[in-house]
């Protein structure tokens, strides 16, 4: 199992970013999905997670309602959409799978996942 992560780069604080982690390996979609960013100096930190158990979302408080997170089965990627963004967002996300069914309260511990994507860096300048 791979777990690819894309998508980051360079926006303008307001601007959007779209990230997408594309999963292989996986013999079906029975796996949830976490987001996660880690800035220089700083804990890695939970910022959206998808359960597969019933379809779920959960938003880190500091990015609910600019974030977005979505689930293609047909192309097994997790996509984060990230609007309104601002200089506090800049970080090195990473993309989490753990398999089968897991509830949200779960998906918010980075314990809780099987597969880390390699991270992509995020930065958003003033």
């Known amino acids: 199992v791979q777990l690819q992560a894309s998508g980051g780069g360079m926006a303008q604080a307001g601007g959007s970013l779209r990230l997408s982690c594309t999963a292989s390996g996986f013999t079906s979609n029975d796996y949830s999905i976490g987001w996660f960013r880690q800035a220089p100096g700083k804990e890695r930190e939970v910022v959206s997670c998808?359960?597969?158990?019933?379809?779920?979302?959960q938003y880190a408080d500091s990015v609910k309602g600019r974030f977005s997170i979505s689930r293609n089965d047909a192309t097994r990627t997790i996509d984060l959409q990230m609007n309104s963004l601002k200089p506090g967002d800049t970080a090195v996300y990473y993309c989490?799978?753990?398999?089968?069914?897991?509830?949200?309260?779960?998906?918010?511990?980075?314990?809780?996942?099987?597969?880390w994507g390699q991270g992509t860096q995020v930065t958003v300048s003033s």
């Open positions: 998808f359960s597969n158990a019933d379809g779920a979302t």
């Open positions: 989490a799978a753990a398999r089968g069914s897991t509830i949200l309260s779960q998906l918010w511990i980075p314990d809780a996942y099987d597969y």
